[in-house]
């Protein structure tokens, strides 16, 4: 999977963890926007935490349905709270709390959107990097 650097073996890995990116024999995967942002969050965590990809099989579901509720422009503006005992994933606001007092593992969606849309689009996310003069404060005449 060439969007995550993934080797064959890692890919293997990956499908065997989250049941929903098993396609039939065979067959290539098709990923759609929400497939592609629950892998992303489940190779961050398991790259970051060294966390094995088998501790997400149980909010696999979850996963998958949090990140179809919504589009990417207002899931950036999120953050996703992975919980493992009980299993839940929930989503917050970037001004909300968590609601319930349990440990959970709290990730900012919007660089793992931005990694997603630089690699998907090839372009570049900030285009004012490449302007060639300074901005200037216009004056009020």
């Known amino acids: 999977?060439?969007?995550?650097?993934?080797?064959?073996?890692?890919?293997r890995t990956l499908k065997k963890a989250l049941p929903q990116l098993e396609?039939?024999?065979g067959q290539a995967a098709c990923l759609g926007p929400a497939a592609l942002l629950a892998t992303g969050v489940a190779k961050?965590?398991?790259?970051?935490?060294?966390m094995p990809l088998s501790r997400l099989t149980p909010l696999s579901d979850t996963l998958f349905a949090v990140c179809?509720?919504?589009s990417w422009p207002q899931l950036e503006?999120?953050?996703?709270?992975l919980s493992f005992e009980p299993p839940?994933?929930?989503?917050?606001?970037?001004?909300?709390?968590?609601g319930k007092?349990?440990?959970s593992?709290?990730?900012?969606?919007r660089p793992i959107i931005a990694a997603l849309r630089e690699k998907l689009l090839d372009v570049d996310i900030d285009d004012q990097r490449h302007l060639t003069f300074p901005p200037l404060v216009a004056a009020a005449r």
């Open 1 to 11: 999977m060439t969007a995550f650097g993934l080797t064959k073996q890692q890919w």
């Open 23 to 25: 396609t039939g024999r």
């Open 44 to 50: 961050l965590v398991a790259d970051t935490l060294q």
């Open 68 to 70: 179809a509720s919504a």
């Open 77 to 81: 503006r999120s953050h996703l709270a």
């Open 88 to 98: 839940g994933v929930e989503l917050i606001g970037t001004d909300s709390l968590l």
């Open 101 to 103: 007092s349990r440990l």
């Open 105 to 109: 593992l709290c990730l900012e969606l």
